[in-house]
């Protein structure tokens, strides 16, 4: 059955996005953090502090796994480090899974972060002058990864609902 995978760095709107494309296209969506959330019973702050971060990309590499091996039609929001870990960029090629990039500027992902960080275990301890270092130096390492995708959607300077119908042009 077919995943609509949504990935790219923190704040691309992959959550939000995942959601509101499930209104649109009753496909039913899953966050993969969330997934985690559940599984553990423990936020993502506690994994990382009480487990630390291999242990959470071990847990998202198999709820990954998981959720690509459901029978199910499902839209999948997946974590920002996702595809970077465990070869999960390898299982965005399947053949029944269509991945898109939501690709962001550094700009756009500092201003939805700045205010938004608290449960980010990664950027939560930053100053914003770290944090915008940090984006811009995280961002460049991982886009090997988010450029594996097999489409893009720029999301700067786009609502919420322009973007969802540039997900649906793509994939139509
Ligand atoms: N055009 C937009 N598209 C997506 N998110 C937006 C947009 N404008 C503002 N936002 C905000 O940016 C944040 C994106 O966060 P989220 O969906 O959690 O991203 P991710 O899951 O990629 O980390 C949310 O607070 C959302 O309300
Ligand atoms: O980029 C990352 O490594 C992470 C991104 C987060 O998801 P969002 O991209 O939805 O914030 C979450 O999985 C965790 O805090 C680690
Ligand atoms: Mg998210």
Do not use: W
């Amino acid at each position: 059955m077919r995943k609509i995978v949504l990935l790219g760095y923190m704040g691309c709107g992959k959550s939000t996005i995942a959601q509101n494309l499930s209104k649109i296209t009753k496909i039913p969506f899953l966050d993969l953090d969330e997934c985690i959330e559940k599984r553990a019973n423990l936020s993502i702050n506690e994994i990382f502090s009480q487990h630390g971060e291999v242990y959470f990309r071990k847990l998202e590499h198999e709820m990954f796994v998981e959720l690509l091996n459901s029978p199910e039609n499902i839209i999948i929001g997946l974590g920002g480090g996702t595809p970077c870990y465990a070869n999960n960029h390898e299982l965005l090629k399947g053949d029944n899974v269509a991945s898109v990039y939501l690709k962001a500027s550094i700009d756009t992902l500092y201003n939805r972060l700045v205010y938004n960080k608290s449960k980010r275990p990664l950027i939560a301890h930053m100053n914003e002058e770290e944090m915008k270092e940090f984006i811009a130096k995280h961002l460049f390492d991982r886009s090997y990864y988010y450029n594996q995708a097999q489409h893009k959607v720029v999301v700067d300077d786009r609502s919420v609902e322009e973007t969802v119908q540039d997900i649906l042009e793509i994939l139509a």
